[in-house]
């Protein structure tokens, strides 16, 4: 959809035409305010460090628990396909058995992993206010200091015994879940416009290289250490980028201490018509509004496939195609790594397209949310299809995730088209429905696989893609790109 670059007169909600107007009218050009150095750049950056520690944090226990439980409690539960032939020969490693064992059978093992869930459900709005009320930084800050901490408790609560892990996990989900409502809404302050595709996937791709590092390095530590040192080094570097946080981030341009008075006022300028002086959220409006459902129907789908494989993808690799320890943790990375490149380029693809094409924000946002989760759906069907053919079975899966980065420019961060002023609350709804599928997206694979067949997982992969291209035409038909009535201080006012 393109446009030409005059302005237009304000429309309503329900038109599109405004959203694709250049932001910056008669204010600071984009290449007005340089990137390199830049105040929102570096902000960029430790954001992009922020959500590698987090996400390493996140999904250490994953890998870890392989080694934390005792193999003979969990032989009788797993059951390893043999359609497949054994991809290679087992690996004769020296170990260091020195880390303590636990009687754990597969349905234990189930709550533990899923109860960060249930703590991350919980403050996704209320991070999402708070951080609207007193500001983002100080709340991002002390839920990944908050995570890290109780990432070094782990191996005493595991002594201590299930339920005391059970709930250092929620404790944890706790403090990870006002992170990226508390993101989003320093963002609404920092990005400009025509800027945020990029600024937006720097700063969240770090969650995806924070899977690609933290899935084979915690596999290689619990060979040749022991797994308690997966949560000592991840828990001690989170420490570590809370203090560079705090000192080096501020919540808003007007109190960035080193910032240029020129970047500074492009910034200030680009957001003039965007945001909302209110100090109440309209609440009712708000949840009435369409285009948020159409990004909250996305988000839930596209979190049924990328938690179902986060969680299964190393299962399916050792039991299906039946890659040896070693292999399973480097090749379940693979897939992270291509999710976090595309998403690096996505944005800006995506911003280019605004700034360069004057290509309309909805249409930018559609395209890419189209892209981001039609082709996962296409080629996770295509990897259950394939049978034993390790080469395209890796290949598949891998594309199939680096494709859902796309959505990082799509309906990701739509929140800050639609109402940049309240993008935190936003986020903290639609991450809310989002984070059933963390929940109930893993059991229910693993309910549908008893006897962990091809036959079994292929309707594993075809539920998910199912949910994903509905999520996707709901989103196409509903969503819009520029910033609704509700969200701005006069009701009726302008727009851009």
């Known amino acids: 959809m393109m446009r030409s670059p005059g302005r237009d007169p304000a429309p309503s909600d329900g038109e599109e035409a405004s959203d694709s107007t250049p932001l910056l009218q008669g204010a600071w050009p984009a290449e007005g305010a340089p990137v390199c150095c830049s105040a929102r750049y570096n902000l960029a950056v430790l954001a992009f460090f922020g959500f590698f520690v987090l996400y390493a944090l996140r999904v250490n226990l994953s890998v870890a628990l392989v080694d934390m439980v005792d193999s003979n409690t969990t032989s009788a539960d797993n059951v390893t396909s043999k359609e497949c032939a054994e991809h290679s020969a087992p690996v004769k490693i020296l170990r260091r058995q020195t880390g303590k064992r636990y009687q754990w059978d597969a349905e234990t093992q189930g709550w533990i992993l899923g109860s960060f869930f249930y703590g991350y459900i919980v403050t996704q709005v209320p991070g999402g206010y708070i951080a609207r009320k007193v500001g983002g930084k100080r709340l ?152 948020l459902w159409a990004i909250v129907v996305a988000h839930f789908s596209y979190n049924w496939t990328f938690y179902t494989l986060l969680t299964l993808l190393p299962t399916y690799m050792k039991e299906i195609l039946r890659f040896n320890i070693q ?23 995506a911003d280019n397209l605004r700034a360069k094409w004057n290509v309309s924000t909805v249409c930018v946002r559609r395209v890419f949310t189209l892209i981001g989760m039609i082709g996962p759906a296409v080629f996770l069907v295509a990897a259950g299809f394939i049978g034993c053919d390790y080469s395209l079975a890796v290949a598949f899966l891998t594309i199939s995730t680096a494709l859902g980065g796309f959505c990082s420019s799509g309906f990701s961060i739509n929140h800050l088209d639609i109402a940049p002023s309240y993008a935190g609350i936003l986020l903290g709804i639609t991450n809310t429905f989002a984070t059933i599928p963390g929940m109930a997206g893993p059991v229910i694979a693993k309910s549908l696989t008893p006897g962990n067949t091809i036959a079994e997982w292929q309707t594993v992969f075809c539920i998910a893609a199912a949910i994903n291209v509905f999520g996707a035409i709901f989103f196409t038909l509903f969503a819009k790109g520029e910033v609704q009535n509700w969200a701005l201080s006069d009701y009726h006012g302008h727009r851009n």
């Not at 976090?340 to 693809?349: E, F, K, P």
């Open 327 to 349: 292999e399973n943790g480097f090749l379940s990375a693979l897939p992270y790594l291509g999710c976090w490149l595309c998403m690096i380029l996505s944005g800006q693809a």
């Open 140 to 291: 991002l800050g002390f839920g990944i200091l908050g995570t890290a901490v109780f990432t070094l408790f782990t191996p005493i609560a595991a002594d201590f015994g299930v339920g005391a892990l059970v709930v250092l996990r929620a404790l944890e989900g706790l403090g990870e879940g006002v992170t990226f409502p508390a993101m989003h809404a320093m963002w609404s302050s920092w990005a400009p416009p025509l800027e945020r595709s990029k600024l937006l996937s720097i700063s969240y791709a770090g969650a995806q290289l924070g899977t690609v590092v933290s899935l084979p390095l915690s596999g290689i530590i619990c060979l040749y250490m022991n797994w308690t040192y997966v949560f000592y080094l991840f828990g001690i570097v989170g420490i570590i980028w809370f203090i560079l946080w705090i000192s080096l981030v501020s919540d808003t341009p007007e109190t960035h201490m080193r910032i240029s008075q020129y970047e500074k006022e492009y910034i200030l300028s680009s957001l003039r018509n965007q945001l909302s002086s209110q100090k109440s959220v309209p609440w009712v409006p708000m949840l009435k509004s369409l285009p």
